[in-house]
T-cell receptor, first 117, second 112 residues
């Protein structure tokens, strides 16, 4: 089956620093990846859609200069939280769609827990 | 704008009970609807995916139904087990988009 990994699984950083989270499709190519954030006991909220080789499309209310997304290859998308603050603490999950497939199903990564002190 | 809600928000039942989790969506023009399981601090595991042309899907003790006209989907769990304890999320996908709109989730606890 299609496997998506995320690294790191957990990160703790000081306020004001930047944190990069990687999302990789391990056994398939993904032209489109998605980034979600999830607050405790809440549902997933889509942050942005990442397309290989082009700029990401951000959802309303998501600051593109704060959450930098790069999708440099068909197997890797990165999310960089710049100048992180405690309110950015959350669970970040990525997903990917199989390139050339019917686009029916998204495959989700295991998530990254970000804690900003 | 599609809105997806799930009822109940939380559910605690003894082992062995048959359960029904509900998912409602406001826009019936969906491409498909998917049910996921999420364990605490983990990612999502896809359980069942129902295309708009389908009425239901089954996998083991799980059965998901879809009624577009009423804007509802249900997830039926037969003979619940403690290992079924998790949060269950439904998500709809519209036509011409890859975006998933997630429901609010149902936190299920099955106790021995």
């Amino acid at each position: 089956g299609a496997v998506v990994s995320q690294h790191p699984s957990r990160v703790i950083c000081k306020s004001g620093t930047s944190v990069k989270i990687e999302c990789r499709s391990l056994d398939f190519q993904a032209t489109t990846m998605f980034w979600y954030r999830q607050f405790p006991k809440k549902s997933l909220m889509l942050m942005a859609t990442s397309n290989e080789g082009s700029k990401a499309t951000y959802e309303q209310g998501v600051e593109k200069d704060k959450f930098l997304i790069n999708h440099a290859s068909l197997t890797l998308s990165t999310l960089t939280v710049t100048s992180a603050h405690p309110e950015d603490s959350s669970f970040y999950i990525c997903s990917a769609i199989l390139a050339g497939g019917p686009g029916i199903e998204q495959f989700f990564g295991p998530g990254t827990r970000l804690t900003v002190l | 704008k599609q809105e997806v809600t799930q009822i109940p928000a939380a559910l605690s039942v003894p082992e062995g009970e048959n359960l029904v989790l509900n998912c409602s969506f406001t826009d019936s023009a969906i491409y498909n609807l998917q049910w996921f399981r999420q364990d605490p601090g983990k990612g999502l595991t896809s359980l069942l995916l129902i295309q708009s042309s389908q009425r239901e899907q089954t996998s083991g003790r799980l059965n998901a139904s879809l009624d577009k006209s009423s804007g509802r989907s249900t997830l039926y769990i037969a003979a619940s087990q403690p290992g079924d304890s998790a949060t269950y999320l439904c998500a709809s996908k519209g036509w011409g988009t890859d975006k998933l709109i997630f429901g609010t989730g149902t936190r299920l606890q099955v106790f021995p």
